[in-house]
């Protein structure tokens, strides 16, 4: 408003602004284009959602610990594109199931004398806080609860379980 004021006026702008010419060279820089949007969970359906994670499942074999891990990854990203998809419902189920996949690896895992195990108490932590996000949404509160202090016994120093 100062500028457009002192410009009627006839006066010079308090604060001068300077140019930069553009200059080309041989050597300059090529141009960056604008970033491209990568496709979220919101943006793909269901159908693809489910795909993917199956694909993501075939990789390793299932009985390697990697093999097992992937698994319950892939029920994760079923879960977190229903939920995205608004079907908390499904979103809920499929985060049991994934929970259930990732307990029961992990104990696999530490009975063979594993040392990285194929789920940690973070992962379990966020898979808990996950189906209280989803159940809550549900308006079934007290469940949700449970759940957060579940996954807070887990990880206490998770924060979104805080949070929820």
């Not at 809920?92 to 029961?104: I, L, N, P, Q, W």
């Not at 549900?138 to 998770?158: F, I, N, P, Q, T």
Request: charged letters at 20%; aromatic letters at 4%; proline letters at 5%.
């Amino acid at each position: 408003r100062l500028e457009a004021s002192q410009r009627e006026r006839g006066q010079r702008a308090a604060t001068p602004t300077r140019t930069r010419p553009e200059v080309a060279s041989a050597d300059a820089a090529p141009a960056v284009s604008a970033p491209q949007p990568i496709a979220s969970p919101v943006a793909m359906a269901p159908g693809a959602i489910a795909a993917a994670a199956a694909r993501a499942a075939e990789k390793p074999s299932a009985g390697s610990h990697a093999g097992m891990r992937a698994m319950w990854r892939a029920v994760k990203a079923t879960a977190d594109g229903h939920f995205y998809a608004a079907a908390y419902a499904e979103a809920a189920s499929a985060y049991t199931k994934a929970r259930g996949m990732a307990e029961e690896s992990a104990r696999k895992a530490a009975a063979v004398g594993t040392p990285n195990a194929v789920a940690t108490a973070t992962d379990l932590a966020v898979l808990h806080a996950n189906f209280a996000a989803a159940v809550m949404m549900l308006g079934r509160s007290r469940e949700g609860l449970l759940a957060c202090e579940e996954a807070l016994a887990l990880d206490a120093g998770y924060r979104r379980a805080r949070q929820r």
